[in-house]
């Protein structure tokens, strides 16, 4: 079985700020895992994706997010938020009958 | 465009009536999934195909759900017998497995079907 947590359902950070956003996974294989973003009315899009091979990923608009094996986490960071990056992201894993399992979603928030 | 297409992209229908949906993926991809949206939640799990074949089913998936993808192309979704709990957003996705974990790719998602049942 696998699935996904997302610690926190909302984060709100200043622009310009850093920006964390926490994933745990749970697998009975070795996972994928990728971090999505949904933009109001717009349609999932992938932001970076692990498989396996380096355990830190970069994604594009200056996302990255890191595997650890040990704590099961794969949490999504960015050095500097900007109001753009208002948005639902998603943590996914794959895994076994390799289906995406989402998780609830981390509503980001970025004040001016 | 050659991302993943979903018509309609809203339905209005009033419970009972039956709706399809249709799900053309990107073209290359073998694998194709759908998933339903509820408000403030993430996208769960339906069912997903590879080529024609499906090869998993939810639970949530009840027995007025059918999927079908008869030439491992485009797939359909129909719901007999709406009830209101079914009003979410029906998403699609495809993605291009070639065996291992390494063939394990991101999947690509569709603008989804919006479905409301008064």
């Known amino acids: 079985a696998q699935s996904v947590t997302q610690l926190d359902s909302h984060v709100s950070v200043s622009e310009g700020t850093p920006v964390l956003l926490r994933c745990n996974y749970s697998s009975s294989y070795s996972p994928s895992l990728f971090w999505y973003v949904q933009h109001p009315n717009k349609g999932l899009q992938l932001l970076l994706k692990y498989t396996s091979a380096a355990t830190l990923v970069k994604g594009i608009n200056g996302f990255e997010a890191e595997f650890k094996k040990s704590e099961t986490s794969f949490h999504l960071t960015k050095p500097s938020a900007h109001m753009s990056d208002a948005a639902e992201y998603f943590c996914v894993v794959s895994a076994g009958t390799y289906k995406y399992i989402f998780g609830t979603g981390t509503r980001l928030k970025v004040l001016a | 465009d050659t991302g993943v297409s979903q018509n309609p992209r809203h339905k209005i229908t009033k419970r009972g009536q039956n709706v399809t949906f249709r799900c053309d993926p990107i073209?290359?991809?073998?694998?194709l999934y759908w998933y339903r949206q509820t408000l403030g939640q993430g996208p769960e799990f339906l069912t997903y195909f590879q080529n024609e074949a499906q090869l998993e089913k939810s639970r949530l998936l009840s027995d007025r759900f059918s999927a079908e993808r008869p030439k491992g192309s485009f797939s359909t979704l129909e719901i007999q017998r709406t009830e209101q709990g079914d009003s979410a957003m029906y998403l699609c996705?495809?993605?291009?497995?070639?065996?291992?974990?390494?063939?394990?790719?991101?999947?690509?998602f569709g603008q989804g079907t919006r479905l409301t049942v008064v």
């Open positions: 996705a495809s993605s291009l497995y070639f065996g291992g974990r390494e063939g394990r790719t991101e999947a690509f």
């Open positions: 073209s290359e991809h073998n694998r």
